[in-house]
């Protein structure tokens, strides 16, 4: 028995006060209907309704059971059309993951998002995981790097380049490299642990040169957030995606190095799990994700072809 199609005979049957004028409202044959509620009441072990020939009344146990039922098909009409608008326009809450290379630029232009679309907001978790979004309830993950989970769906949005980046003053202050091997005698900022390592090993490419420079780590950042920050203010170089850097380097706080040399690039991923259809409101933020990522794909694009 399909309770939920056996619950809304039942209330129409209420409602009407008649199983033919419930059965005509509701275009089924009288007979099914009958039926339907006959079973219902087989299910619950109690009787609805007391009939006769002229009128259908609730029993005492048929009207308390009307009153949550009737709740229930209020709650469930309303979850409909919250759920239709929701699919044709963005509202309610936004769980987003972020890689953390997209934090500043992201915040940066979130009010531009919001204006856009203002029935909207927006909640912000640090992850590259794909799983976070069934550990976390995410709705959508920005990843940087390609994705094997095929359970996933990966739209792709671009790409990000690395740059490599010091400080205004201490390039001043030390010396602009013209070339990889320029970087030895200076100092990195890097992600991650140390473990037993303290040399970042950096690769760089120009046609077929491949350099690789061993530099020495002044400080870990284990979430990676702070890297732009450490290098602003002096400590020696870092390598950072163009997502990342070009807020500051925009602001002037950061300035790139080498730019005529490859250093690689990733691609960028908005990450949703595996749905039929997908909510407004995720749609127009991978859209707004995908200008983002783009904007500072071609910056990076034209700076190279600058060189």
């Given amino acids: ?73 209020v709650d469930l009409e309303e979850a409909e059309v919250l759920g239709r608008k929701g699919a044709v326009q963005p509202t309610g809450t936004l769980h987003v993951g972020i890689h953390p290379v997209f934090q500043i630029s992201l915040c940066r232009r979130m009010g531009e998002f919001l204006a856009s679309n203002p029935g ?3 909640e912000l978790a640090h992850t590259n995981s794909p799983a976070a979004l069934l550990e976390q309830g995410l709705d959508v993950v920005l990843r940087v790097g390609t994705i094997a989970d095929s359970s996933f769906v990966a739209r792709p949005l671009g790409s990000t380049h690395i740059f490599t980046c010091a400080s205004p003053r201490y390039l001043d202050l030390r010396g602009r490299p013209k070339h990889p091997q320029d970087l030895n005698g200076h100092r990195a900022i890097v992600p991650g642990y140390r473990h037993n390592d303290t040399y970042a090993k ?52 950061l300035e790139p190095i080498l730019q005529d040399w490859s250093c690689g690039h990733q691609p960028v991923y908005a990450i949703v799990p595996g749905r039929r259809s997908m ?24 700076a190279q072809a600058q060189m």
């Avoid at 039942?10 to 004028?21: H, I, L």
């Avoid at 420079?213 to 957030?225: N, Q, S, W, Y």
């Fill in 1 to 73: 028995m399909d309770k939920l199609r056996a619950i809304k005979f039942f209330c129409r049957a209420v409602e009407t006060k008649s199983f033919t004028s419930a059965a005509n409202a509701l275009d089924v044959p009288q007979s099914v209907l009958s039926k339907t509620i006959a079973a219902l009441e087989t299910d619950l072990q109690f009787t609805l309704f007391n009939r006769s020939t002229r009128r259908l009344a609730l029993t005492e146990a048929g009207a308390a059971y009307y009153d949550r039922c009737r709740r229930i098909m």
């Fill in 120 to 122: 909207v907001n927006v």
């Fill in 202 to 253: 950096w690769t760089f490419t120009k046609g077929n040169q491949r350099e690789i420079v061993t530099m020495p780590v002044a400080v870990v950042l284990r979430e990676g957030v702070g890297l732009a920050v450490t290098a602003i203010a002096g400590v020696g170089f870092v390598q950072l995606y163009d997502i990342a850097a070009r807020p500051f380097v925009d602001d002037g706080e």
């Fill in 279 to 302: 909510p407004a409101k995720v749609r127009v933020f991978i859209e707004f994700a995908r200008s983002l990522v783009v904007a500072h794909d071609n910056s990076a694009n034209r």
